[in-house]
């Protein structure tokens, strides 16, 4: 059974802090590349960051940059999101996926939730003083 797995959001106060992982089982993150995603009620899903299988390149939205930063541990199949000065438009439930490695996707790192193949099946963040 090929699965991901994301875990460590919850409630928190504006300005704090949380952390997101994202575990694979069944298959091996070398090979692939990942992003979070988040949707929040009523809205689309929208593209928070994303990383290469190496680790090297990493993307964010706009509205997260400098704020948020992904990381990966491929010897713990484990890719983190972590998150800093979190903001009450910042509560959606958060999504990790996977893209499988492509020789297109060595050259540009997919950033649109269509590309990827494996999801894990959210954790609630939300942020409310």
């Known amino acids: 059974q090929l699965q991901l797995v994301d875990f460590g959001g919850g409630l928190v106060q504006p300005g704090g802090s949380l952390r997101l992982s994202c575990a694979a089982s069944?298959?091996?993150?070398?090979?692939?590349?990942i992003g979070w995603f988040r949707q929040a009620p009523g809205k689309e899903r929208e593209g928070v960051s994303w990383i290469s299988s190496s680790g090297g390149n990493r993307n964010y939205a706009d509205s997260v940059k400098g704020r948020f930063t992904i990381s990966r541990d491929n010897a713990k199949n484990t890719v983190y999101l972590q998150m800093n000065s979190l903001k009450p438009e910042d509560t959606a439930v958060y999504y990790c996926?996977?893209?499988?490695?492509?020789?297109?996707?060595?050259?540009?790192?997919?950033?649109?939730?269509?590309?990827?193949?494996?999801w894990g099946q959210g954790t609630q963040v939300t942020v409310s003083s």
């Open positions: 996926a996977a893209a499988r490695l492509t020789q297109r996707f060595r050259l540009r790192i997919p950033e649109d939730w269509h590309q990827y193949e494996y």
């Open positions: 069944g298959f091996s993150l070398d090979d692939y590349v």
